[in-house]
């Protein structure tokens, strides 16, 4: 595989795209089948998106070892976002309009994902994307999304972590709910809020901040203060490392906490993030890499990772998110022998598909499956699902200091 990095100039000068294209002598022939996406390969985004990219360029290539789709190669056209919902929007703009891809990938990221949309729908273009945390916002019927939260998250999730909590034999009394105001991330901690309430928590702070925030020191010194039994943080991306960082800097360990979608490995790896507890659906260890394909997935995963020289190289569930949206693409094109988005989305509806994440399927609201989600917590330095116990890793049980 080649990997070309070609500039454009435009008004989006500066702007970098990412072409895969298989290697000589492979089996796969003729005009390359081009799918287009962007992901945040810069800004606050940057360090999640990271994972997706790797996954992209691994599946790309794996294709284009075997048949490509329908026997021609795959190329993947890919720009930097800058994690801004608006350059995603124009950037989208081209892929469809100037580039002429066959197919769509979404960004990273529900912002972005939104914005993606958008266009999609209105160039009436199939969406295929991995990590969109607010349901009932995915209106178009040609989008579908690989994060299975099932379509109500902001009830179902808050309440399978509090069950985990319960039935750890100290479930908390008091809570404090910190939050971006990132859109997905918002949404969960709103409906986080509402289910404590709901369970008889004792709410002592309830704090918002702007996304892209960097300093959390005033609000640290508001969660020692509250003191609470637990701490939920809406947080994406580093967002939870700073706030931990702050909090050591004031002597102050949570008793219990939460961090919605963090950075996955400068959440486990750092000291204080020891028994931080996350949202997930997959992490590398049975029974999720019980079959061939996740097993090879994360195989091939951690030798990437390793050579990109990310300092956290299990996979987990941006990796395997995204693993399943190329999953999902494949499916659909091999099944229809099809490029046209209508027949596409069509089959889609009608069919479930086996990924990494499970048999997914998009034939309840907005296009959403199932809610397979789980608990999981930093232990000795990687993620391990704690909750369900029949998904938990082998001898994981959930840990409240």
């Known amino acids: 595989m080649t990997?070309?990095?070609?500039?454009?100039?435009?008004?989006?000068?500066?702007?970098?795209?990412?072409?895969?294209v298989a290697p000589a002598g492979a089996a796969?022939?003729?005009?390359?089948?081009?799918?287009?996406?962007?992901?945040?390969?810069?800004?606050?985004?940057?360090a999640t998106s990271l994972i997706h990219q790797i996954v992209g360029e691994i599946y790309v290539e794996q294709l284009n070892k075997k048949n490509g789709l329908l026997g021609r190669p795959v190329e993947w056209v890919l720009y930097d976002d800058q994690s801004k919902p608006d350059l995603t929007r124009t950037l989208y703009e081209k892929l469809i309009t100037v580039d002429k891809v066959d197919l769509l990938i979404g960004p990273y990221a529900t912002g972005n994902i939104l914005s993606a949309m958008a266009v999609a729908q209105r160039h009436e273009?199939?969406?295929?994307?991995?990590?969109?945390?607010?349901?009932?916002?995915?209106?178009?019927?040609?989008?579908?999304?690989?994060?299975?939260?099932?379509?109500?998250?902001?009830?179902?999730?808050?309440?399978?972590?509090?069950?985990?909590l319960a039935a750890s034999g100290k479930p908390p009394k008091t809570i404090a709910i910190v939050t971006s105001k990132f859109p997905s991330v918002h949404f969960m901690s709103v409906g986080a809020r509402?289910?404590?309430?709901?369970?008889?928590?004792?709410?002592?702070?309830?704090?918002?901040?702007?996304?892209?925030?960097?300093?959390?020191?005033?609000?640290?010194?508001?969660?020692?203060?509250?003191?609470?039994?637990?701490?939920?943080?809406?947080?994406?991306?580093?967002?939870?490392?700073?706030?931990?960082?702050?909090?050591?800097?004031?002597?102050?360990?949570?008793?219990?906490?939460?961090?919605?979608?963090p950075?996955?490995?400068?959440?486990?790896?750092?000291?204080?993030?020891?028994?931080?507890?996350?949202?997930?659906?997959?992490?590398?260890?049975?029974?999720?890499?019980?079959?061939?394909?996740?097993?090879?997935?994360?195989?091939?995963?951690?030798?990437?990772?390793?050579?990109?020289?990310?300092?956290?190289?299990?996979?987990?569930?941006?990796?395997?998110?995204?693993?399943s949206a190329w999953q999902v693409i494949e499916a659909a094109v091999t099944a229809t022998r099809s490029l046209d988005d209508k027949t596409l989305a069509q089959w889609l509806r009608a069919n479930r598909v086996e990924t990494v994440n499970g048999k997914l399927r998009f034939d309840g609201p907005n296009n959403y499956g199932d809610d397979l989600s789980k608990v999981k917590q930093v232990q000795d330095g990687k993620w391990v699902v704690v909750w369900p116990?029949?998904?938990?890793?082998?001898?994981?049980?959930?840990?409240v200091p």
Request: aromatic residues 12%; proline residues 7%.
């Open 3 to 20: 990997l070309r990095h070609r500039g454009f100039l435009s008004a989006l000068a500066g702007l970098t795209v990412l072409a895969l």
């Open 28 to 46: 796969p022939s003729g005009q390359p089948i081009r799918i287009g996406g962007t992901l945040s390969m810069t800004g606050p985004l940057a």
């Open 125 to 164: 273009k199939m969406l295929v994307h991995h990590s969109f945390g607010i349901p009932h916002l995915a209106k178009y019927d040609m989008q579908f999304s690989m994060w299975a939260i099932g379509s109500e998250p902001g009830r179902t999730f808050p309440g399978r972590l509090l069950d985990a």
């Open 194 to 261: 509402e289910v404590a309430a709901k369970r008889g928590l004792r709410e002592v702070l309830y704090l918002e901040f702007e996304f892209g925030n960097r300093d959390f020191g005033a609000i640290a010194a508001r969660v020692r203060d509250a003191n609470p039994d637990f701490l939920w943080m809406g947080a994406i991306g580093l967002e939870g490392n700073g706030l931990l960082e702050a909090l050591k800097k004031l002597d102050y360990t949570p008793k219990s906490h939460f961090y919605l979608y």
């Open 263 to 323: 950075a996955p490995g400068p959440m486990a790896l750092a000291p204080e993030g020891k028994y931080a507890l996350s949202s997930t659906i997959f992490e590398e260890h049975p029974p999720f890499t019980s079959s061939p394909t996740a097993a090879e997935f994360v195989k091939l995963y951690r030798e990437r990772a390793a050579k990109a020289g990310l300092p956290y190289q299990l996979a987990e569930v941006q990796a395997s998110g995204s693993y």
């Open 389 to 399: 116990r029949e998904f938990a890793a082998p001898g994981a049980r959930l840990i």
